[in-house]
């Protein structure tokens, strides 16, 4: 069942400028995409996937490939190529009421950073410099943050379904990788270990995908309720 953590879904009642902001989060395999289609179908929501196109071709380079292939090579120009296109995204101006991104900057820093450091693929040194962009950001760079949506899974149910979409980059990725990932991201967003930007709405992403709809269908009255009425279907 979902559930809302600590603090309470901001209205959308009064004016304002910039678009309700939802981040998309959750483990490998968590089914973000899915989740980002559900919302197709309403005609005022911009819906951003993670930018894995831009990080396979870097000017003819697939930086997410080498990433995986070379980590202890590679982890550190990867992740900050991640943070320049997500900080693409997060800036990128819409005129629609929502706007929903698979994933952000705060997943990056709080959960894979934190996962690199700890398989020391990246070095302390390549860490705090990550860190240093980091907070250069959160000061200076105003990142808008209304709601986290936390595709909660288990590591087992989510390697099946990484093993079966099959993509190249992550042959590699072993359950013990993504047991880790569970890990930082629950205590970042269950257990606020981590700095939560905004409330966090907590699905069951475990479930068949012929009963995930319903999950995606309780979470419509948090993300779309806007000036007041539900945005409308296309």
């Known amino acids: 069942m979902s559930k809302v953590l600590k603090t309470s ?4 009642s009064s004016p304002r400028k910039a678009p309700f902001t939802v981040f998309i989060e959750g483990n490998i395999g968590a089914g973000k995409t899915t989740f980002l289609n559900h919302f197709k179908k309403y005609d005022d929501v911009r819906l951003y996937t993670e930018p894995v196109e831009k990080w396979r ?19 550190f120009p990867f992740q900050t190529y991640v943070t320049l296109t ?53 000061e200076n760079i105003h990142i808008q943050a209304d709601l986290i949506v936390y595709l909660r899974t288990t590591p087992e149910v989510v390697y099946e379904r990484m093993k079966a979409r099959g993509r190249s980059e992550e042959d590699s990725v072993s359950l013990d990788y993504l047991k880790q990932l569970h890990d930082l991201h629950e205590d970042w967003l269950m257990h606020g270990r981590k700095h939560r930007p905004a409330p966090v709405l907590v699905l069951n992403a475990d479930l068949d995908m012929d009963k995930i709809c319903d999950e995606y269908v309780r979470s ?13 279907t296309n």
């Open 9 to 12: 879904i901001p209205s959308l």
């Open 57 to 75: 071709n870097v000017q003819g380079i697939n930086l997410f490939e080498l990433m995986y292939k070379e980590s202890h090579k590679w982890a």
């Open 86 to 138: 997500m900080l693409q995204t997060h800036t990128e101006y819409t005129s629609k009421r929502v706007k929903l991104m698979e994933r952000s900057l705060y997943s990056a820093r709080h959960c894979f950073v934190e996962a690199m450091l700890a398989n020391n693929t990246l070095h302390k040194g390549m860490y705090n410099i990550m860190q240093e962009w980091y907070n250069y950001i959160n």
């Open 220 to 232: 419509e009255s948090s993300i779309l309720r806007s000036q007041g009425q539900f945005i409308s």
